[in-house]
Every structure is written in structure tokens, then in C-alpha cells.
């Protein structure tokens, strides 16, 4: 790319994309990604104002645009009702305002990495002749996926199966993760946590927004682990943490939300979580052995099928959560933790999963587009 320096200098992108964290981070990594080829290129983030982009991005002082747009409420309460009632308004609120932003920003490609926030900008990049990269993370494609494939220059995956189900030209990069995921040190545990680096370490999470399931089955477990002197790292999502945080202690560390994922996976002998790509993806890049506990309405059971990938692969352990009780749970634990040779070996089976020049090869896709 060094001839196109001064043209590349210009480079204007548009990377959507939110509601989780499955669906932002991807998007950070990218945008990092692309910056750190060339620190001249201009990146601007849509996210929605009901997502967790709504924190994340103002944190990081990245340039964002938020949209108040949000998916069809189940149920038939009356909150429910009311918000859908207000959806057609909200939809015409977020398109007026990612049309001002493609007048003044005008891009030259746009990116979508999931999530509601992500489809009015590719449908809008569309209309305008924008070049458009989608990157799927699942091996079950989202709904603005299905929808855009076809029209998207490129369509990055991380599972082949993904093929199955779209039109389009797919290109296996495997998922962005964020390069700084590998920086941490589990020495600096008692900085990060309070925690000592002496003692066997789970940390448990349900992904950014938290898991009902998950928490309750801690909740449930937490005594058992006390007393085999094993400390916790939780994260309970927003929603949970009053609940759960009178379990803080000396051995225990209940928190909401970890902006440090790199200081928690190096903190940590075993990882407790959902099988979302994302998450599989990090577990997979810092070489951590885990126990997944696949979520089960998730779209085409994708989150079973990532999980056994990686017990096909022993590189973890299944629980099924119409299996998840607070017995089977300690005892699949301990059972890990007590045997220091499975956990190396499972260690090293998940790092041969890892995909980590895979932000490389979508950012490589992302400049070929504006050539």
C-alpha cells in the first residue's frame, strides 16, 4: 500500500455496528486495526443508544454517531407494547440522522459488524453506491447479514457452515479480536482485582450483558469454591451486580462490567461462559481452557455449534443449561482445576483454534475496496 500513502491519507470508513459486545468489539478491533496501518484514516462508529457502545465508546473517545433504534419487543406487557409502538418513530429519527451523517462524513466504504444499529447504514451505503463489508461472527448468520449479503462486496466469516446459509462472495478471515487481549499478566492480578496470584482462579461471564442462568448457578456455587480455597472473578452484567455483589470478598470479585478483559483471561485458570464467537474467539487467541454453557435460544443453536467445536477439539468442556445444576457445576470445576495436565492440554488445543491474523485479513479486504 506504500504508492496509494498519499491517496490512503484521505480514507474515510463508516464501521456499524452494537447492542452487544459480540457485535462492537469485533468493530473496534477493526477500526484499531485499520489506524494502526495508517494513523491517517478517518474512522467514524454507529452504534445504538440502547447498546453497550452507549458506554463503551465515550470511554474510549472514539469519533461515534448513536441512533435510537432497537429490535422488536417480545411479550405483550405494556412496556413492551409501548415501545413498539414508538418503533416507526425511532426508525425515522435514526435514519434522518445516519443520512446527516453520511452528507458530512461521506464515506468511502462502510463496515457492518451486527446488530440493529448496522442495518440502516449498509442499507443507506447501498442506496449510495458505498462499497460494503460485512463481517458475521456466528456460525449462524444475524438478520443483517441474511439481508445484505448479496450486495456486500465481501462478507467476512469465521465458520465455513456460515456459507450455507448466505449469497455472496464469503471470505473465511475468522473474527477481529482486539490485539491487546494478549497484554495481560497474571501477576498483576492483586493490581487489577485483589486477587492473589498465588491461588487457582475462575472468572465466569455471560458475555457484556450478563446471563441470568450463569449468575444464579454462581450464586448457588460460590460456598463450594470458598471452601476448596479457589478464588472468583464474576462479572454479573449491569443488570445483576446488586444482586449478586454481597458475594464480594477477599477470594471472591463481583463486578458489573471488565474493561480490562486482557488483565481477567490472565488472571484466570478456567473460563466459565456462553459460546458466543466472539467470546470463543478471545478465549481462543489467549489460550485459556474453559467450560461453555451454550445459550440456548440463540439463532440456529449457533452457540452449540461453536461450543462443540471446541470440545471436538478438547478444548473444553459442554454443559447443557437444562443440565446446569449447582452439583454438575463444582464437580466439572474442580474436576479441571485438580488436574493441572488436562488444563495445559486444553490450554494448548484452544490456541491452536486461534485465528490471530484475522483483523489483519479484513482490514486487508476493507483497503481493497478503495483502490
Given at each position: 500500500m506504500n504508492g496509494n500513502q498519499?491517496?490512503?491519507?484521505?480514507?474515510?470508513?463508516?464501521?456499524?455496528?452494537?447492542?452487544t459486545g459480540g457485535h462492537l468489539y469485533p468493530a473496534i478491533a477493526i477500526g484499531e486495526a485499520l489506524q494502526a496501518r495508517n494513523p491517517r484514516v478517518n474512522i467514524h462508529y454507529v452504534g445504538s443508544t440502547f447498546g453497550i457502545e452507549y458506554e463503551v465508546l465515550p470511554v474510549?473517545?472514539?469519533?461515534?454517531?448513536?441512533?435510537p433504534i432497537r429490535g422488536i419487543q417480545r411479550g405483550f406487557s405494556p412496556n413492551a407494547l409501548g415501545k413498539n409502538l414508538i418503533l416507526p418513530y425511532r426508525y425515522l429519527i435514526s435514519s434522518a440522522k445516519t443520512k446527516i451523517l453520511f452528507q458530512e462524513f461521506n464515506p468511502h466504504v462502510v463496515v457492518g459488524t451486527g446488530g440493529y444499529a448496522s442495518a440502516l447504514p449498509v442499507k443507506i451505503a447501498l442506496k449510495q453506491n458505498i462499497p460494503i463489508l460485512?463481517?458475521?461472527q456466528n456460525s449462524y448468520p444475524g438478520i443483517t447479514t441474511r439481508l445484505f449479503s448479496e450486495k456486500a462486496k465481501v462478507v467476512c466469516i469465521?465458520?465455513?457452515?456460515?456459507?450455507?446459509?448466505?449469497?455472496?462472495?464469503?471470505?473465511?478471515?475468522g473474527n477481529p479480536t482486539r490485539k491487546e487481549l494478549c497484554n495481560g499478566y497474571h501477576s498483576n492480578m492483586a493490581?487489577?482485582?485483589?486477587?492473589?496470584?498465588?491461588?487457582?482462579?475462575?472468572?465466569?461471564?455471560?458475555g457484556s450483558q450478563g446471563s441470568t442462568p450463569l449468575n444464579i448457578i454462581m450464586d448457588k456455587s460460590i460456598q463450594s469454591f470458598q471452601q476448596e480455597k479457589i478464588q472468583v472473578l464474576w462479572q454479573t452484567g449491569y443488570n445483576h451486580f446488586s444482586q449478586f455483589q454481597h458475594h464480594d470478598s477477599d477470594s471472591v470479585r463481583v463486578v458489573p462490567y471488565i474493561n480490562q478483559m486482557a488483565a481477567a483471561y490472565a488472571s484466570s485458570n478456567l473460563i466459565i461462559s456462553r459460546a458466543g464467537?466472539?467470546?470463543?474467539?478471545?478465549?481462543?487467541?489467549?489460550?485459556?481452557?474453559?467450560?461453555?454453557?451454550?445459550?440456548?435460544?440463540?439463532?440456529?443453536?449457533?452457540?452449540?455449534?461453536?461450543a462443540q467445536a471446541f470440545a471436538h477439539a478438547d478444548a473444553?468442556?459442554?454443559?447443557?443449561?437444562?443440565?446446569?445444576?449447582?452439583?454438575?457445576?463444582?464437580?466439572?470445576?474442580?474436576?479441571?482445576?485438580?488436574?493441572?495436565?488436562?488444563?495445559?492440554?486444553?490450554?494448548?488445543?484452544?490456541?491452536?483454534?486461534?485465528?490471530p491474523e484475522a483483523t489483519t485479513a479484513i482490514v486487508d479486504q476493507i483497503l481493497q475496496l478503495i483502490q
Open positions: 498519499n491517496y490512503m491519507d484521505d480514507i474515510r470508513i463508516i464501521i456499524a455496528g452494537g447492542g474510549k473517545s472514539l469519533p461515534h454517531t448513536l441512533i460485512l463481517q458475521e469465521a465458520f465455513d457452515e456460515v456459507k450455507d446459509h448466505l449469497k455472496g462472495n464469503c471470505i473465511n478471515t493490581e487489577s482485582f485483589q486477587l492473589d496470584p498465588e491461588k487457582k482462579t475462575i472468572f465466569l461471564f455471560g464467537a466472539l467470546t470463543l474467539s478471545e478465549i481462543s487467541l489467549c489460550g485459556k481452557p474453559s467450560i461453555l454453557i451454550p445459550f440456548p435460544a440463540a439463532a440456529g443453536n449457533h452457540q452449540m455449534k461453536n473444553a468442556h459442554i454443559i447443557e443449561e437444562k443440565n446446569l445444576t449447582s452439583f454438575h457445576f463444582v464437580e466439572s470445576v474442580l474436576s479441571l482445576l485438580r488436574n493441572k495436565n488436562k488444563l495445559d492440554q486444553m490450554a494448548q488445543q484452544t490456541k491452536s483454534l486461534s485465528k
